[in-house]
Nanobody
Framework: QVQLVESGGGLVQAGVSLRLSCAAS????????MGWFRQAPRKEREFVAA????????YYADSVKGRFTISRDNGKNTVYLQMNSVKPDDTAVYYC?????????????????WGQGTQVTVSS
């Protein structure tokens, strides 16, 4: 089966930087757009960022625009989320997802495969 494994989460202080990684296996990685989503306790899963199959197009939620950067390395089958100037409101479980049909859609139900998530906790 397709596997997406997130890593890089942890407990950090507000204002610092963090980089999340998502490694894919059993997947033709370059054929998929990739997205990052997050879900805080008692909240719905929300879109964070997405990147096209080529890496040339990126999309961001307004809440993270200017602070987060999504990128991908198709040679390593890995997508990254660089998180700068993190805030307590960024605290959530972060999930990566793969979308075969789209080029960077914001709808969670459009994605075909999901990782198990990595916890990011930002203290003030």
């Amino acid at each position: 089966q397709v596997q997406l494994v997130e890593s890089g989460g942890g407990l950090v202080q507000a204002g610092v930087s963090l980089r999340l990684s998502c490694a894919a296996s059993r997947l033709t990685f370059s054929a998929y757009a990739m997205g990052w989503f997050r879900q805080a306790p008692r909240k719905e899963r929300e879109f964070v960022a997405a990147i096209s199959w080529s890496g040339r197009s990126t999309y961001y939620a307004d809440s993270v625009k200017g602070r987060f950067t999504i990128s991908r390395d198709n040679g390593k089958n890995t997508v990254y989320l660089q998180m700068n100037s993190v805030k307590p409101d960024d605290t959530a479980v972060y999930y990566c997802a793969a979308d075969l049909r789209g080029g960077g859609r914001q709808e969670a139900n459009a994605y075909d495969y999901w990782g198990q998530g990595t916890q990011v906790t930002v203290s003030s």
